[in-house]
């Protein structure tokens, strides 16, 4: 299909708007709308701001007013045909009289989907597939929990070269570099629930905050959640009111998960020690690896990841490289390597 240069420029101001990063994450799709007049200039924009509140194309229509009639609709997601928290948008944009409709890609939601046949068949143009590939991107945890009914599990690993997480005494701390650390929370910001065991808070007494280049906890942090049967102590700094802690009492990947999918999460970033990382990899729930290496040897030491039942080479895991790049040192620290795995 064929777009405009006009149309190309407002998709990706929607794929903008939609990443707003005040907008909560949460069990909605995050979609972004512009509505372009037929010389090409912007009418109005529009964003979805959370669960329950207006979808992107009602937010821009409704800035528009009658200045919408005769517009070409931009939007990230294929208009919703369903009744659902909120109207459906493919008869309000039939209403405000849009001329034609583009859409990067269409909706994967059975509840939701069919909006472009219903503008077809009230005689509005409609056009998809335009940076299709960004958009699926921004949404990747939503569509994923839409295909799967659970949660995206991104899986962090660091370690020295030899796949220790610790020094043989237990000390861990700065084995991948200030820069690799860095380069981790810009991760976090992306997820809404931080994940660890209970042997982790009581080893590390983590804060599990997402925190900006500056070190300053930024405004939109995941949910804390520690699973497993210990206690965890009351004075632990990830009970601190720096985010929302949840407290799992178990040791079940799959029951953890669809706790969270529950409570709406989509996207759970683990962080855990080599007991709950091994528990997650057995259960076949880890979707994506994170993966920094830092040119450290231990020799002995702690392993980063725990037993996982693999005895012969048959049975061993073999996760596909997506992405490998250098993360380079500041202030005198080597570089270290950041590999991503599906
Ligand atoms: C959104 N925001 O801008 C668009 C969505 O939870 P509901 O009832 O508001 O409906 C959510 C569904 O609507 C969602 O799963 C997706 O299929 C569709 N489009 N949703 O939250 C939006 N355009
Ligand atoms: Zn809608």
Redesign the pocket.
């Known amino acids: 299909m064929t777009f405009g240069a006009a149309e190309t420029a407002a998709m990706r101001r929607a794929l903008e708007l939609a990443a707003d990063p005040a907008v909560p994450l949460g069990p909605?799709?995050r979609?972004g709308s512009v509505l372009l007049a037929a010389d090409g200039s912007v009418v109005a924009e529009g964003f979805?701001r959370g669960?329950g509140t207006a979808?992107?194309?009602a937010d821009a229509l409704s800035r528009a007013g009658e200045a919408a009639r005769g517009t070409t609709a931009v939007v990230t997601?294929e208009?919703?045909n369903h009744t659902?928290?909120?109207g459906p948008?493919a008869q309000a944009l039939i209403r405000a009289g849009v001329r034609r409709v583009v859409f990067a890609q269409s909706?994967p939601?059975p509840l939701?989907s069919g909006g472009a046949e219903t503008l077809r068949a009230a005689g509005i143009e409609v056009a998809q597939g335009l940076l299709a590939d960004e958009a699926r991107a921004l949404n990747r945890a939503w569509l994923h929990g839409v295909a799967s009914g659970r949660p995206l599990v991104t899986w962090k690993f660091a370690g020295s070269l030899d796949g220790r997480s610790a020094a043989a005494d237990g000390t861990s701390q700065w084995i991948t570099s200030a820069a690799a650390r860095r380069d981790t929370h810009r991760l976090r910001a992306e997820a809404d629930v931080m994940l660890v065991g209970t042997g982790t808070v009581l080893a590390d007494d983590p804060r599990l905050t997402v925190r900006g280049d500056d070190g300053e906890t930024i405004a939109r942090q995941p949910l804390r959640v520690v699973m497993g049967q210990r206690a965890v102590p009351t004075g632990a700094r990830v009970l601190d009111d720096a985010a929302e802690t949840l407290l799992l009492r178990t040791r079940e990947p799959r029951e953890a998960l669809a706790e969270l999918f529950e409570r709406g999460r989509r996207h759970v970033f683990l962080e855990g020690g080599p007991t709950l990382a091994a528990a997650f990899l057995r259960a076949g729930v880890v979707d994506e690896i994170v993966a920094y290496v830092a040119p450290v040897l231990l020799g002995a030491g702690r392993n980063a990841v725990g037993d996982l039942g693999i005895t012969a080479i048959d049975g061993a895991l073999r996760p596909t490289v997506t992405d490998a790049r250098l993360v380079e040192g500041v202030d005198g620290e080597p570089a270290n390597v950041r590999f991503t795995l599906a």
């Open positions: 909605n799709p979609v979805h669960a979808h992107a194309e997601l208009p919703c659902g928290r909120t948008c909706d939601n939701a």
